[in-house]
């Protein structure tokens, strides 16, 4: 049941980063579609932002964009905070799609917790 969920973020991802993309030839803003579900599939939360210039979809947006820069795009680079988490086992998957200085890129992870989340995303997930 996950996996139609995936497909479904997916591709609403690249509609919304293909909407966003300027006519051929000019400079591509960059584009990033953020989208958080629950296991069970009882939720899903999804922002869309163009860094750095239009974040107010997102309540953190210049934040995250500011994050996203600081690694190049490269969710793997994220480092964690210093942070108590529980060891609450409340399972969240986390997933970006997007365009990074003319360049896709995407991720995905689940993590144990929301928390746990939010220690190695910082900013980009909190909405």
């Not at 497909?7 to 966003?20: I, K, M, R």
């Not at 210039?53 to 905070?81: K, M, W, Y």
Request: hydrophobic share 40%.
């Amino acid at each position: 049941m996950r996996l139609p969920l995936l497909f479904a973020s997916a591709g609403l991802g690249l509609c919304l980063v293909s909407t966003a993309l300027p006519a051929y030839g000019t400079v591509r803003p960059n584009v990033v579609f953020l989208a958080i579900s629950a296991h069970g599939n009882t939720s899903l939360k999804a922002v869309a932002m163009r860094c750095p210039d239009q974040t107010e979809q997102h309540p953190h947006g210049e934040a995250a964009c500011a994050a996203i820069d600081a690694v190049d795009g490269d969710f793997t680079r994220l480092s964690n905070e210093t942070r108590q988490c529980t060891r609450e086992d409340d399972p969240v998957t986390a997933t970006m799609n997007g365009l990074w200085w003319n360049r896709p890129i995407g991720w995905q992870k689940t993590f144990r917790n929301v928390c746990m989340l939010y220690a190695t995303t910082g900013p980009i997930f909190r909405f």
